[in-house]
Nanobody
């Protein structure tokens, strides 16, 4: 059974930075990209970024391009999300999950972990 443990969230002022981590336990199939999803209050989970296992190809939603960077450490089975120049609309709980792209949507394949809370104050 796959277990995902997110960490690194916190409270920052607008313009600040955070680095999120997601440790992945129990995954033997590394064919699917790993993604980050944001759940803002009152909204559904929204795709933020993804990275492939083999060639580290990255994908971002438009609103975070140039501000966020997704990366991974395959040896540690961990992915990261470097968040710079944070904005109030980045506030939410962030989750990681294996994901696949279907047209213009990224679909999570794992159940949600506990997530990590990011709060950006203006």
């Amino acid at each position: 059974q796959v277990r995902l443990v997110e960490s690194g969230g916190g409270v920052v002022q607008a313009g600040g930075s955070l680095r999120l981590s997601c440790e992945i336990f129990g995954r033997t199939d590394s064919s699917a990209p790993m993604g980050w999803f944001q759940k803002a209050p009152g909204k559904a989970h929204m795709f933020v970024a993804a990275i492939t296992w083999k060639d580290h190809r990255t994908y971002y939603t438009n609103s975070v391009k140039g501000r966020f960077t997704v990366s991974r450490d395959n040896a540690k089975n961990t992915i990261f999300l470097q968040m710079n120049n944070l904005k109030s609309e980045d506030t939410g709980t962030y989750y990681c999950a294996a994901t696949i792209n279907s047209g213009d949507r990224w679909i999570p394949l794992d159940g949600w972990g506990q997530g990590t809370q990011v709060t950006v104050s203006s």
